[in-house]
């Protein structure tokens, strides 16, 4: 469709939609705030762009930001601001494309990220618990990875000249940044303390391994390929890089002995023996060091496991960049290769507030999340950078009852027309979030450490609430069913885009479609 064309379809609708308004609709109608902002945005869905190619994507994950965290986000959000809540929008959901995305394994129908991100990096679906190969994989067993391993969309862009990068707040050997560059038949297979003996033996490479030596792997695997390797990659998991000894401790190590290798090899060490330009950083002071226009490559670990918990990234140790940090300097790096970048950013611990219960602490992830969406939307070139934002699967994380307008998302359900709590049939009061499975009740307060909960006994089961603030940090809702974390869902999730081949996202898709929106607009396969 031609500019002309659409400017005058434009006017069309405005004609057509003006005509209506005078002949039918009363001015109290057309002059509700609901009723033009509603037309504001559907007439700007008309401007639709008609490029399909891109310079340069960005696919965010937010694990296990299901449709029920967004919702709860968005109103949380508001009301922060002072607003009652509902009325807003997170950053990413006025990009003007989204579609739903079916979210199941091959072998299951509520997905782990292992098998959900490597559809998405590959095009195709395969099971639970395994990277980078496809479903005729055997978890666990070594013997069956030669043969099924696919390539990636990080690693046809490294092919195409493009400059890669991936940021994760989760150690970045974990299964959703691992599904970029690694091939392993079990997620779990970090680093070689993590695995069998037999799998050692037979050749298997672990996860970190596989991450630092990239550019050799890539390249043996793909014998005319010549590659320059990933120029960024940042996150959590120094222990899975480091030698089981405590002379190789960081300077903010938590544990008498940050490391967990069983083969006395540093593989930060041999990240900069490899790439003698490249900067290591482990702490706040190092990644705020980070010359974005002369640095050739970046590697980043910033904590022994996962990165903290938004609410908690104050009391690290020696600091932390937020994601919305590590993805503008990520940016600022990748950009400066003409040819273009692929980018991956994971907010992998909205995930694991939710595993643990807690709602404050995942919609304070999301929120963190957000931010970087829209670090990324300033500064990269609309008409030429593909921003794709998503989710990996949901969680069974609920919105209930039936609070009035404004009541706190966080707090305990006030019914409309009141002003005193509901009470279910057993007599007490319930929050508007909940979780169907999980640790349940936690009350503790200013706790922003949402993995507390896990030194408790299991509380599941429905607690008096009367006298208890829900909206603290550390307040981790009520669950149903008695499990030692919570769940993942299987509905489906949004997938939101913006840019050059965003107009492809909509309806209903498989979750591999996401690999073919990326391919499509990179260009990488059968250009």
Known sequence: MNRNWKVACTAVALAVSASLQAAVLPEHQTNSAWFTDAQTKLTSKLQTNN??????????VGDGMGISTLTSARIHKGQLAGNPGEEGYLSFESFPHTALVKTYNVDAQTP?????MTAMMSGLKTDVGVIGVDEDIVRGDCSTVAGNEVITALELAEIKGLSTGIVSTARITHATPAATYAKSADRNWEDISDMPEAAVTAGCSDIADQLVNFETYLEARYTSVDVDGIEVAMGGGRRHFLPKDAAFNSPDAVSDVEGDRTDERDLTAEWQTLYENGVY??????????DTESVERVFGLFNESHMQYEADRGNDISGEPSVAEMTETAINILNNNDNGFFLMVESGRIDHAHHAGNAAGALTDTLAFEEAVMTAVENTDPSETLI???????HVFTIAGYPKRGNPILGKVVNVGSDEP?????GTPYTTLGYTNGLGFRNLGDETDSDATYALENAAGRVDITNIDTTTPGYHQEALIPLSSETHSGEDIALHAKGPGSQLAQGVIEQNVVFHLINQALGLVNE
């Open 51 to 60: 490029q399909f190619k891109a310079k340069n994507v960005i696919l965010f």
């Open 281 to 290: 950083v482990y702490d706040k002071a190092g990644f705020d060091a980070i």
């Open 422 to 426: 509901a009470t279910a049939s057993d």
């Open 388 to 394: 794709l934002v998503t989710a990996d699967h949901g």
């Open 112 to 116: 782990d990220s292992a098998g959900t």
